[in-house]
């Protein structure tokens, strides 16, 4: 191993001083293509998982309120379903014959309340 010199305690080594300035070379950077390109692909990845991870959320959120409204609009079938089922019967038929058609049995006597003549 060499040993080392203290440059400003040496005569030698020592730079003349110089009274304007001189410009510094400036150290160019060097470039590590492999790790930039690593690094582009790295943030890609990381950039489209993100993106896609806020798709499925949104996509999460529909599908909730999609089976929501598909178990809403079940009841409500379920309801017509029974509704459609009374309405075909004879207690049905002959109530609306009674009230819209004005229609009685025979031997009864029809009673119309609140009408004057």
Request: glycine letters at 2%; aromatic letters at 4%; hydrophobic letters at 45%.
């Given at each position: 191993?060499?040993?080392?010199?203290?440059?400003?305690?040496e005569?030698?080594c020592?730079r003349?001083?110089v009274?304007a300035?001189v410009p510094?070379?400036?150290?160019?950077?060097r470039?590590?293509?492999p790790?930039?390109v690593l690094?582009?692909?790295?943030?890609?990845?990381i950039?489209t998982?993100?993106?896609?991870?806020?798709?499925m959320i949104?996509?999460?959120?529909?599908?909730?309120?999609?089976?929501?409204?598909?178990?809403?609009?079940?009841?409500r079938?379920?309801i017509?379903?029974?509704?459609?089922?009374?309405?075909?019967t004879?207690?049905?038929?002959?109530?609306l014959?009674?009230r819209?058609?004005g229609?009685?049995r025979?031997?009864?006597?029809?009673i119309?309340?609140?009408v004057r003549?």
């Amino acid at each position: 191993m060499r040993p080392r010199i203290n440059c400003r305690s040496e005569p030698a080594c020592r730079r003349p001083h110089v009274s304007a300035a001189v410009p510094r070379r400036r150290r160019r950077l060097r470039v590590r293509w492999p790790r930039l390109v690593l690094a582009l692909a790295i943030v890609y990845v990381i950039v489209t998982l993100c993106t896609q991870e806020i798709a499925m959320i949104s996509l999460r959120r529909k599908l909730d309120q999609l089976n929501t409204r598909i178990a809403v609009e079940r009841e409500r079938a379920v309801i017509l379903d029974a509704e459609i089922a009374y309405r075909d019967t004879d207690e049905f038929i002959e109530l609306l014959a009674r009230r819209e058609l004005g229609m009685v049995r025979p031997g009864e006597i029809p009673i119309v309340a609140g009408v004057r003549r």
